[in-house]
């Protein structure tokens, strides 16, 4: 086995990516506090082809060099925008027929692990993903807005993740989901 250069993984140019047809995933972060779990996230949204990043509420915004050391140039290729309040994003995607999941422990929440039960064909046009705040998680009003949660199942004696590890699972769970249906 031989480790692969830059060169030979074939990536997308920053206008390659910007013209690519990008997965029907939109992610939306409410309130995050650290600029390093915003950073991490578009880089993750960047290499499953997100279409949209929705920042809500006192999340960080671009530019700003914390949020850069970890995007890697991520916010130059993924699509974002900001929203003063986390609901205002759940009704813009909702206007786009997209279904809404928020990230979290909750009553009657669906495991990742049977994520393929949220996408009957013709069910959604997309899916949005809903990571809320790092100690608080995502607001109750949003949950109660929301089609259901997501929860990662979790056996240690943590019951918790760091945002940016999270939306690594999620987004790749729903990457296969929605690749699978195309």
Request: hydrophobic residues 40%; glycine residues 8%; proline residues 4%.
């Amino acid at each position: 086995m031989q480790k692969l250069s830059m060169d030979d993984l074939g990536r997308l140019s920053p206008e390659q990516f910007k013209a690519a047809e990008k997965l029907p995933l939109i992610i939306i972060l409410d309130n995050i506090r650290s600029m390093h779990n915003v950073g991490s996230v578009f880089r993750t949204a960047d290499a499953f082809l997100c279409s949209e990043l929705m920042l809500c509420g006192y999340t960080p915004q671009p530019p700003h060099r914390d949020i850069h050391k970890t995007a890697l140039g991520a916010t130059e290729t993924v699509y974002w925008s900001y929203h003063k309040r986390t609901l205002e994003a759940v009704e813009q995607v909702r206007a786009k027929g997209y279904a809404v999941y928020s990230v979290e422990q909750a009553s009657g929440s669906i495991s990742t692990e049977n994520m393929q039960s949220l996408n009957a064909p013709g069910l959604v046009k997309g899916l949005a993903l809903v990571l809320g705040n790092e100690v608080q998680g995502v607001e109750q009003s949003v949950i109660d807005q929301s089609d259901g949660c997501l929860e990662i199942p979790q056996y240690g004696t943590k019951h918790s993740l760091n945002i940016s590890v999270a939306a690594g699972i999620v987004i790749w769970e729903a990457s296969k989901l929605l690749r699978n249906n195309r």
